[in-house]
């Protein structure tokens, strides 16, 4: 059975629910955002917040702190080679009750890997298509803001601007301290995934370095903002 498209996913032909398959429509003259393309960035925001502000249900919750455990246990063979790694998750896992009401109440659909590469632009469309739901959940919706900014690697400068994108009426310190808590954790998730990647022989260099990057740096930001932590 055809499903009907809501406008923010691609134009799904057929779907195996089960199975987990799907065939999508091709889009000839289509590409990906570029997150360093201010206007892209615009646009992809419009996209998220849309998503976000339909309330969707009936997804399972997903919790980035289970996440990063799990990949933690399954790259076991894979050991990490930075000697602070401890201290850096105790930091990250530090942020776990500020997050904690976000990631239990009040849940909506999420996409999670709302990167840069999962919006494609499509000729005759101003709004982009969000493509690739394999993480999608229940979770908040300021993850979403945080996964499109660990990925291209953004500085604190492009971040705020991003923020600007998702929120063209303005943002409370507690929202912006949320999006960058989501970065610490979801930076020290991928590099974890990056090392279970590498157990099976594919590696992911500098992407790597950054999302460690992230957990190492950004709790301490967090704790700036609103204290307490």
């Not at 998503?51 to 399954?74: C, I, M, Q, S, W």
């Not at 991928?190 to 950004?218: D, I, P």
């Amino acid at each position: 059975e055809r499903v009907r498209p809501l406008g923010i996913a691609e134009d799904v032909v057929p779907l195996s629910v089960d199975a987990g398959y799907k065939i999508s429509h091709y889009y000839e003259h289509s590409r990906v955002c570029d997150g360093h393309v201010p206007q892209d960035v615009e646009r992809c925001m419009s996209v998220l917040h849309a998503l976000h502000n339909r309330g969707l249900t009936g997804a399972k919750p997903f919790d980035p702190f289970k996440l990063l455990l799990f990949y933690e246990d399954v790259r076991k063979e894979r050991t990490t080679d930075v000697p602070e790694y401890a201290d850096v998750k105790e930091e990250v896992f530090s942020l776990r009750a500020f997050l904690e009401p976000y990631l239990t109440k009040h849940l909506t659909l999420c996409h999670v890997d709302s990167v840069s590469d999962n919006f494609l632009f499509v000729e005759g469309r101003e709004s982009p298509y969000l493509i690739d739901w394999e993480y999608a959940g229940l979770s908040d919706p300021l993850l979403d803001v945080a996964m499109f900014a660990i990925y291209d690697n953004f500085s604190e400068e492009e971040t705020e601007r991003l923020l600007q994108a998702y929120f063209p009426d303005g943002c409370s310190a507690q929202e912006r301290a949320r999006v960058y808590a989501y970065m610490a954790i979801g930076g020290l998730l991928w590099y974890n995934w990056c090392l279970y990647k590498e157990s099976l022989g594919v590696t992911f260099g500098t992407y790597e370095q950054n999302q460690y990057r992230f957990a190492q740096t950004y709790p301490e930001k967090v704790r700036r903002l609103v204290g307490g932590i």
